[in-house]
């Protein structure tokens, strides 16, 4: 691209064509007379200045042709760029049965013309290079190594790209397959509610069955969003069981919920692991709060000593609320011994209150 370029057409002699009754087009449109130049009674030249990028993949056709517009030869031009280094090259390996990598094309991406992209690999102390074979084609810039695959065992990995104008190597990363292992999401999700509470909800799950026979340790982290929201929340305090409670939300409303996993020390791995996909989403609702169903029923006569009351239960609410975030199972405790009491308390009010007014 930007390059110019200068082609000739020569006819036989025994043609008895004068050079000057001869044209050229490009791609079917006629190029103007004043690219040409008369090098000869026999050969016309013209000259292409700042070449712009082939308009189609399949070239362009340059093209020269007599008087009569009959084509005498023609040639196939493809204009574009050499490739630059690829870059961005990652691997994952989904519960070590095989070996994924993508990278993108370096520059702006695009060279306008056919550009094989090759992942190549080998053992790093001895082994001999391999070419992956599984490229993917929903996913133009990545393949999957699927088989001979060696666990503590350091790789080394590059991709080389190539076209008709030159060619590029990535930079060459070295790993280790434990290192770099994502699972299938945690299966068997569910979410229900914790009783009568209304601002909670307990989220089970179960471990990626396909890791159930590596030795590792699992991290989840849960998220979670309104029925009418798209803003997810997301707890990053779940640890390595597999139940949580979420607690802060609002009654009687309809949640979304999913949970993934990072499966982290594979076989003594002291790397952080690949966090998975999310689970599909789980919905379960808050119970409805009594006190809006119901209505109030705070009585007049109960006056200062119940809103004092009120004010510092509600204090202590968030309080607890604060301490109470993520899956701490103490502060949790306390939080549900307090809720219970609360609603207990607010029954009995809405049994007596009636016959008073009565």
Not at 78 to 86: A, I, R, S, T
Request: aromatic fraction near 10%.
């Amino acid at each position: 691209m930007g390059s110019n370029l200068t082609v000739s057409c020569w006819v036989h002699p025994d043609l008895k064509i004068h050079a000057s009754s001869l044209f050229w087009t490009l791609n079917g449109q006629q190029l103007p007379s004043s690219m040409y130049k008369v090098l000869s009674p026999t050969n016309l030249s013209v000259t292409l200045a700042g070449l712009n990028a082939s308009r189609q993949t399949s070239g362009d056709n340059l093209v020269c042709h007599n008087h009569k517009g009959h084509i005498l030869a023609g040639s196939c031009l493809y204009v574009g760029m050499p490739p630059e280094k690829p870059v961005t090259l990652t691997c994952w390996s989904r519960n070590t049965k095989d070996l994924t990598c993508s990278w993108a094309p370096g520059g702006k991406g695009e060279t306008n013309i056919s550009t094989q992209y090759r992942l190549k690999y080998k053992l790093r102390w001895y082994g001999k290079e391999k070419e992956c074979e599984d490229y993917t084609h929903s996913q133009p810039y990545s393949c999957s190594i699927t088989r001979d695959l060696h666990l503590f065992t350091p790789y080394e990995i590059w991709v080389e790209a190539s076209n008709q104008l030159g060619q590029a190597t990535s930079d060459v990363i070295t790993l280790d397959i434990l290192d770099v292992v994502t699972t299938d999401p945690p299966s068997g999700v569910t979410v229900s509610r914790v009783g009568l509470l209304e601002d909670q909800l307990s989220v089970r799950w179960e471990a990626p069955p396909a890791l159930k026979d590596f030795l590792f340790q699992a991290k989840y982290q849960i998220r979670y969003r309104l029925e009418d929201s798209q803003d997810w929340k997301v707890m990053d305090d779940v640890g390595n069981q597999t139940s949580c409670r979420l607690a802060g939300l609002r009654p009687g409303t309809v949640y979304f919920v999913q949970v993934r996993c990072n499966p982290v020390g594979i076989y003594g791995s002291r790397k952080a692991g690949i966090w998975s996909q999310w689970s599909h989403p789980t919905a379960a609702s808050t119970p409805h709060s009594e006190r809006l169903m119901s209505g109030s029923c705070d009585s007049k006569s109960s006056g200062d000593s119940n809103s004092t009351l009120r004010r510092e239960l509600k204090q202590f609410f968030g309080w607890v609320r604060k301490h109470a975030y993520g899956c701490s199972s103490m502060s949790m405790k306390l939080y549900d011994q307090w809720r219970v009491l609360m609603q207990k308390s607010h029954k009995a009010r809405n049994q007596v209150l009636p016959g008073d007014k009565s």
